[in-house]
C-alpha cells in the first residue's frame, strides 16, 4: 500500500526566503504526481503535476522535482511572499490510478 | 468548463438523518472520487468510480455510508444514519484516467456538522 509523508509539517519563515517542501513516497511505480494548495476553508487548488517520465516542472516562482528510484519529490518556492500562506499537499498516482496524498506542510510567510 | 460542483456547500443535521451530498464531475473526465478530510486524519479515499462504475469503495467507513453514479455527469454520497463522528469536509474530484494525464481537479466541499 502506498504511503506518503510530507515534511515537515509546518514551516514559519520571513517574507523574501527561498522554501523546500518535501514528499517522499513508498512506492516508486506511479504515473505521476501532483502538488496542491489549499486555503483554509477552501478546496484544493492544482500547482504541479509531474509525469513519471518527468524529472521536473516548472511554474512562476514554483519548481517541483521528481526523483522515482528514491521515491522523492520536492516543491521549491522562490521568494516567498504572505499571500503563499497555505497547506500544501502533495498527491502520488499509482499503478490503481488511485491518488495517496500526504498529511500537508502548513506554510506561513510572515511580512 | 465551470470545474467540479459540489453540493451543498455546508449542511448542518441532526444525529439519525440522512445527508446527501451531490457532486458534478468535470465533462468528459471518466473518474471520480470522493475524499473525507479532518484534522485528525487529513484526506481519506472512500469510493473511486471508473465509467460509472466503482472500483474501490475500501475506503467507505461503514453501511451507513452508500454512494452513487448513475450516469457521467452525475454521483451521489449519502449517510444514513448519520451521526458527529461524520462531521468533516468532503471533497469530490474528477480526473481523465488513461490518457496519460491524469490530473485531478476538486470541487469546493461540502462541510458537514452533525449534531
Redesign the interface.
Known sequence: KQEVTQIPAALSVPEGENLVLNCSFTDSAI??L?W?RQDP??????LL?I?SSQREQTSGRLNASLDKSSGRSTLYIAASQPGDSATY?C?V?GG?????????TSLIVHP | DAGVIQSPRHEVTEMGQEVTLRCKPISGHNSLFWYRQTMMRGLELLIYFNNNVPIDDSGMPEDRFSAKMPNASFSTLKIQPSEPRDSAVYFCASSLVGQGDEKLFFGSGTQLSVL
Do not use: C, D, H, V
Open positions: 504515473y505521476n501532483q496542491f476553508g477552501k478546496g484544493l487548488t492544482s503535476l509525469q499537499l498527491a498516482i490503481s490510478y488511485i491518488p495517496t496524498f500526504g498529511r500537508g
